[in-house]
T-cell receptor, first 115, second 111 residues
Framework: EAGVAQSPRYKIIEKRQSVAFWCNPI?????LYWYQQILGQGPKLLIQ????????DSQLPKDRFSAERLKGVDSTLKIQPAKLEDSAVYLCASSLGQGAVYEQYFGPGTRLTVT | SQELEQSPQSLIVQEGKNLTINCTSSKTLYGLYWYKQKYGEGLIFLMM?????EEKSHEKITAKLDEKKQQSSLHITASQPSHAGIYLCGADRWNTDKLIFGTGTRLQVFP
């Protein structure tokens, strides 16, 4: 079974530029998550999708971050414009459904450096 | 302050030694998850604990959740270089799948 795919793996941009990350979850997984992991910290949930609907985006900085999952499969996370403090690893995860009993499977992450 | 406190922050042990990592919450947990992360990679699920007093083992790794469901420990027996990485505990406090994570414990195992 293929795992969660993410691209690109690494990205370096200057502040005020825009960037987009892509995630392809495990086939059949209805729930998709985007996490931000700053160096030395644990991952922090940015947004959660159930199929193509948003379940939780309370920690997403909506003035600069946006995410979509139009067909309920792949998802993109965009930052526009980027700030220095956005430097982090962006992790995508997916699970079969909502609820604590469903294990989350993580992708390898995209490491973003904003200079 | 962090909702989940992990200790120690980093650990360097000699191969073959046992070690313990702790994860503490000030609030009762519905579920406690342990993940391992290698540099540049995503998180790998290790174990999930839900019941007070529960204990699970996989190969040389054992995780326990205390009776009050506020503290968990991860114990590695006879550590190997392959155990090196960052160990993260995650908690589900509202009986949803919204996880909060600790800051992680970086483990290094030298021959």
């Amino acid at each position: 079974e293929a795992g969660v795919a993410q691209s690109p793996r690494y990205k370096i941009i200057e502040k005020r530029q825009s960037v987009a990350f892509w995630c392809n979850p495990i086939s059949g997984h209805a729930t998709l998550y985007w996490y931000q992991q700053i160096l030395g910290q644990g991952p922090k949930l940015l947004i959660q999708f159930q199929n193509n609907g948003v379940v939780d985006d309370s920690q997403l900085p909506k003035d600069r971050f946006s995410a979509e999952r139009l067909k309920g499969v792949d998802s993109t996370l965009k930052i526009q414009p980027a700030k220095l403090e956005d430097s982090a690893v962006y992790l995508c995860a997916s699970s079969l459904g909502q609820g604590a009993v469903y294990e989350q499977y993580f992708g390898p992450g995209t490491r973003l450096t904003v200079t | 302050s962090q909702e989940l406190e992990q200790s120690p922050q980093s650990l360097i042990v000699q191969e073959g030694k046992n070690l313990t990592i702790n994860c503490t919450s000030s609030k009762t947990l519905y579920g406690l998850y342990w993940y391992k992360q290698k540099y540049g990679e995503g998180l790998i699920f290790l174990m999930m604990l839900q019941k007070g007093g529960e204990e699970k083992s996989h190969e040389k790794i054992t995780a326990k959740l205390d009776e009050k469901k506020q503290q968990s420990s991860l114990h590695i027996t006879a550590s190997q270089p392959s155990h090196a990485g960052i160990y993260l505990c995650g908690a589900d406090r509202w009986n949803t799948d919204k996880l909060i994570f600790g800051t992680g414990t970086r483990l290094q195992v030298f021959p």
